[in-house]
């Protein structure tokens, strides 16, 4: 009701004069100059080269304000109107995602040319429907002007961004992403996988009912989750060690550790007792080298090492399964 209410507030673009048009114009490039300073604020301990890309950038559009104001004021004269883009339908938003941090690299990069490439469509398509000459050009002006734009952050990353920069910043992103993702989720998989092998394979060969085994191995896997993931948020905050958001980090972890214990525990949905079994222990198997993948993937750990600490540590645990529940 409330948005239904504002939303009728607002204005429609088609509905706004050459001055309107004009100032919001210029409030958009305010926000945008804004928006690009916080891009390099939150870049600049990290990715010091992309940081400064993002300060040229909002240098530039300071520069087509002031562009703006001087063209508004020999028109309109000192009193700039109050618009912005919220208060005019179908304007094109821009996402609050900037106040996130940290933002990754390659999504503030894409970003920043979404930003202008958006601009710039927009003044085209409505300079195309308007009749009157002067708004016309105005908005033919102010397209040709995105369209500058949107070539400045390729321009300005190859004046700023050398191939040893550039491989630089991709090294440290790749090494945040292994922080706050692969390493925690790695743990819970391998967690999931493997410490829940013995009570699942305890309980089906000790009771030779899939049903109960896996109500079993579905309480194994969801408290084994909980219980990594609040241990992972709980275990550091991130800001010393630089692995990342807490709560990315116990998410990754707790999912992980869920999904490694219920791929052995789900085939138990099987009501044939060896079908099943035989299932779980083909998934078990799969699980066990993916792991190895993993660790030789992206932490770069030796494949006999990987082999031998995985393989052979999900193999023991599976045979004590099964030895209890046998016994």
Same mark, same amino acid.
């Given at each position: 009701m409330f948005s239904r209410f504002f939303g009728a507030q607002r204005r429609a673009f088609d509905s706004l004069d050459e001055r309107e048009v004009l100032a919001l114009a210029i409030s958009s490039e305010e926000d945008d100059a804004r928006i690009y300073r916080a891009y390099a604020e939150n870049l600049r301990d990290a990715f010091p080269h992309s940081a400064a890309v993002f300060e040229e950038?909002?240098? !530039? !559009?300071?520069?087509? +304000?002031?562009?703006?104001?001087?063209? %508004?004021?020999?028109? *309109? $004269?000192?009193?700039?109107?109050?618009?912005?883009?919220?208060?005019?339908? =179908? *304007? %094109?938003?821009?996402?609050?995602?900037?106040?996130?941090?940290?933002? =990754?690299?390659?999504?503030? +990069? @894409?970003?920043?040319?979404?930003?202008?490439?958006?601009?710039? +469509? *927009? %003044? #085209?398509?409505?300079?195309?429907?308007?009749?009157?000459? $002067?708004?016309?050009?105005? #908005? $033919?002006? #102010? @397209?040709?002007?995105?369209? $500058?734009?949107?070539?400045?952050?390729? +321009?300005?990353? !190859?004046?700023?961004?050398?191939? !040893?920069?550039? @491989?630089e910043e991709d090294a440290t992103a790749h090494k945040q992403m292994v922080l706050t993702y692969v390493q925690p989720g790695l743990a819970g998989l391998m967690d999931g996988s493997v410490s829940t092998l013995a009570p699942i394979f305890a309980a089906a060969f000790a009771t030779g009912d899939t049903w109960q085994t896996f109500l079993v191995g579905l309480a194994a896997s969801l408290g084994a989750g909980i219980s990594m993931g609040f241990t992972e948020v709980a275990s550091d905050d991130g800001v010393i060690s630089g692995r990342g958001s807490p709560i990315k980090r116990g998410l990754a972890t707790g999912i992980m550790t869920t999904i490694g214990g219920l791929g052995h525990a789900l085939p138990y949905l099987i009501p044939h007792f060896w079908t099943a079994t035989a299932i779980a222990i083909a998934v078990v198997f799969v699980e066990l080298w993916v792991i190895a993948w993993i660790q030789n993937r992206y932490m770069e750990t030796p494949w006999g090492r990987a082999t031998f600490q995985v393989v052979l540590g999900g193999a023991l645990v599976f045979a004590t399964g099964m030895l209890i529940g046998n016994a």
């Open positions: 950038m909002a240098r !530039e !559009e300071d520069q087509h +304000r002031a562009q703006l104001i001087e063209a %508004y004021r020999a028109r *309109f $004269g000192e009193q700039i109107l109050l618009i912005r883009r919220e208060h005019v339908r =179908g *304007f %094109y938003q821009r996402k609050p995602d900037w106040l996130v941090r940290p933002l =990754g690299l390659d999504k503030v +990069r @894409a970003a920043a040319e979404a930003m202008e490439e958006q601009a710039a +469509r *927009f %003044y #085209l398509e409505t300079a195309k429907r308007t009749r009157d000459a $002067g708004l016309r050009k105005l #908005l $033919g002006d #102010l @397209a040709a002007a995105e369209q $500058g734009h949107e070539s400045l952050a390729r +321009r300005l990353s !190859e004046q700023h961004l050398d191939k !040893e920069a550039v @491989a």
